[in-house]
Nanobody, 114 residues
Framework: VQLQASGGGLVQPGGSLRLSCAAS????????MSWVRQAPGKGPERVAV????????IYADSVKGRFTISRDNAKNTLYLQMNSLDLKDTAVYYC????????RGQGTLVTVSS
């Protein structure tokens, strides 16, 4: 299983970023997929999960209405559109397989700062 997140960077509060996660080594289309973040000094937080079948999604309350998870099964790619970013969104973001988000791949750092 290989999962490589990308698209992180430095953004001002209120800004937007789109993260991508390239998946390989397993049949991507049959698994639910998750985005998990870990802020400095804190434990991991699953922010969103998308089902394999109907593409329905569940979000953490902390990101609901601001983040959108999506997937392209033809490209074996998972996305996270992040809008209205806040200082509290600063974290390393990982994509993970399944509802538990495990295993996780290499993360991408998102820094929200003015």
């Amino acid at each position: 299983v290989q999962l490589q997140a990308s698209g992180g960077g430095l953004v001002q509060p209120g800004g937007s970023l789109r993260l991508s996660c390239a998946a390989s080594g397993f049949i991507f289309s049959i698994y639910a997929m998750s985005w998990v973040r870990q802020a400095p000094g804190k434990g991991p937080e699953r922010v969103a999960v998308i089902n394999s079948g109907d593409g329905s999604a569940i979000y953490a309350d902390s990101v609901k209405g601001r983040f959108t998870i999506s997937r392209d099964n033809a490209k074996n790619t998972l996305y996270l559109q992040m809008n209205s970013l806040d200082l509290k969104d600063t974290a390393v973001y990982y994509c993970g397989r399944g509802y538990s988000g495990s295993p996780r791949g290499q993360g991408t750092l998102v820094t929200v700062s003015s």
